[in-house]
T-cell receptor, first 111, second 115 residues
Framework: QKEVEQDPGPLSVPEGAIVSLNCTYS??????FMWYRQYSRKGPELLMY????GNKEDGRFTAQVDKSSKYISLFIRDSQPSDSATYLC???????????FGTGTRLLVSP | DVKVTQSSRYLVKRTGEKVFLECVQD?????MFWYRQDPGLGLRLIYF???????EKGDIPEGYSVSREKKERFSLILESASTNQTSMYLC??????????????FGDGTRLSIL
């Protein structure tokens, strides 16, 4: 079993839709949960960074962590064509700085 | 804002050459990382460093070495480039957290082609 599972997509939605992106993981030692956005030919950009279970909101973005189910989600409200990118989930253990990444979900938002 | 700068966006080299990829960060971060990113495989950690002159192997260190002579600069070296090292190389840095981990911030990558 892979340590992190993420659907590669592409996920195609119309502008204005609510987008749900998800990752599952198997390592119960993961304590830090991140979402990165990566545009074509650019590096990953940190979007959300959370610790422990629960929700965190930042503008149109909401990150949700369910440690009991080993499942994290990123919700994008009122999606825009500029949100078209690859979204990577990432995980870290406490005290150990190594990131474990999902393979990314490609999102396409059409006008 | 954190700025991680990779010296080249695109690089073409020949098999057997020694290749240097440079990365500089301007936020006084203790931790620096080198990844490669390949389609279907995601980001894989090559080497990382917690401090000047310190280095640790990541998941795929074979064929690579690193150098960290100054806190702000972390270099990745391909000792003898091979075609299977054609990839996107990403540098990242993070603050050494006190009691908590800090997120990593990435540069824009170097797309390296080995012919």
């Amino acid at each position: 079993q892979k340590e992190v599972e993420q659907d590669p997509g592409p996920l195609s939605v119309p502008e204005g839709a609510i987008v749900s992106l998800n990752c599952t993981y198997s390592n119960s030692a993961f304590q830090y949960f991140m979402w990165y956005r990566q545009y074509s030919r650019k590096g990953p950009e940190l979007l959300m960074y959370t610790y422990s279970s629960g929700n965190k909101e930042d503008g149109r973005f909401t990150a949700q962590v369910d440690k009991s189910s080993k499942y994290i989600s990123l919700f994008i409200r009122d999606s825009q064509p500029s949100d078209s990118a690859t979204y990577l989930c990432a995980f870290m253990n406490t005290g150990f700085q190594k990131l474990v990444f999902g393979t990314g979900t490609r999102l396409l938002v059409s006008p | 804002d954190v700025k991680v700068t990779q010296s080249s966006r695109y690089l073409v080299k020949r098999t057997g050459e020694k290749v240097f990829l440079e990365c500089v960060q301007d936020m006084d971060h203790e931790n620096m990382f080198w990844y490669r990113q390949d389609p279907g495989l995601g980001l894989r950690l090559i080497y990382f460093s917690y401090d000047v002159k310190m280095k640790e192997k990541g998941d795929i260190p074979e064929g690579y070495s690193v150098s960290r002579e100054k806190k702000e600069r972390f270099s990745l070296i391909l000792e003898s480039a091979s075609t299977n090292q054609t990839s996107m190389y990403l540098c990242a840095s993070s603050l050494a957290g006190t009691g908590s981990n800090q997120p990593q911030h990435f540069g824009d990558g170097t797309r390296l082609s080995i012919l």
